[in-house]
């Protein structure tokens, strides 16, 4: 009964590949999140989705495509990969409470590593 | 944009003593939440405690307490009766409160601190 969960868990495919990382949620919660650590376990956010619609989109390259069919996945699909995206991708949610001034935590999933030879 | 520092990039401690690891942030907003997560080897991402900033009170959990100085701009964890089981990186991360007018729900993160506790 994981609440967020991330498949696979590690990832080693060779450059100018696509892959896909899945994300899955059941804690109902109606946002997710992508976010990336480098090699200096630096975090830092690339997406977010609330209720399948795209709301932040920081400056990441076009070759990294979220994708959300309903609010409790959030996939994220990598087209010809480069050596510089080996990193871990976390995915999260939490609950947005649509109320100014309001926010929610967010709880994370285990991580994927991927590994670009 | 908004910033978060922490400037300890390695802390230890022996077990059953207190630690304090320092963050401070940068921000011109007034409403805010402030976390602190840990990361064990194992990779999850926990959270450990949480401060609103429009609260006065400082947060507490259990053996983790901070020390939120909203106008120096300080949120300290203080860790007491170190357990081997808080050995793991911990990151400090701020959240802008959500409105319409900026990317609430965002985190951002410090640089992390690691922090070994010795038998």
């Known amino acids: 009964d994981t609440a967020v969960s991330q498949t696979p868990k590690y990832l080693v495919t060779q450059m100018g590949n696509d892959k896909s990382i899945k994300c899955e949620q059941n804690?109902?919660?109606?946002?997710m999140y992508w976010y990336k650590q480098d090699s200096k376990k630096f975090l830092k956010i690339m997406f977010s989705y609330n209720n399948k619609e795209l709301i932040i989109n920081e400056t990441v390259p076009n070759r990294f495509s979220p994708k959300s069919p309903d609010k409790a996945h959030l996939n994220l699909h990598i087209n010809s990969l480069e050596l510089g995206d080996s990193a871990v991708y976390f995915c999260?949610?939490?609950?947005?409470?649509?109320?100014?001034?309001?926010?929610?935590?967010?709880?994370f999933g285990p991580g994927t590593r991927l590994t670009v030879l | 944009a908004q910033t978060v520092t922490q400037s300890q990039p390695e802390m230890s401690v022996q077990e059953a003593e207190t630690v304090t690891l320092s963050c401070t942030y940068d921000t011109s907003e007034s409403n805010y939440y402030l976390f602190w997560y840990k990361q064990p080897p194992s990779r999850q991402m926990i959270l450990v405690i949480r401060?609103?900033?429009?609260?006065?009170q400082n947060a507490t959990e259990n053996r983790f307490s901070v020390n939120f100085q909203k106008a120096a701009k300080s949120f300290s964890l203080k860790i007491s009766d170190s357990q081997l089981g808080d050995t793991a990186m911990y990151f400090c991360?701020?959240?802008?409160?959500?409105?319409?007018?900026?990317?609430?729900?965002?985190?951002?993160f410090g640089q992390g601190t690691e922090l070994s506790v010795k038998p």
């Open positions: 804690l109902g919660h109606d946002t």
């Open positions: 401060q609103e900033a429009y609260k006065q």
């Open positions: 991360a701020f959240m802008n409160s959500f409105s319409i007018y900026n990317q609430g729900g965002k985190l951002i």
């Open positions: 999260a949610s939490s609950q947005r409470i649509v109320v100014a001034g309001d926010t929610d935590t967010q709880y």
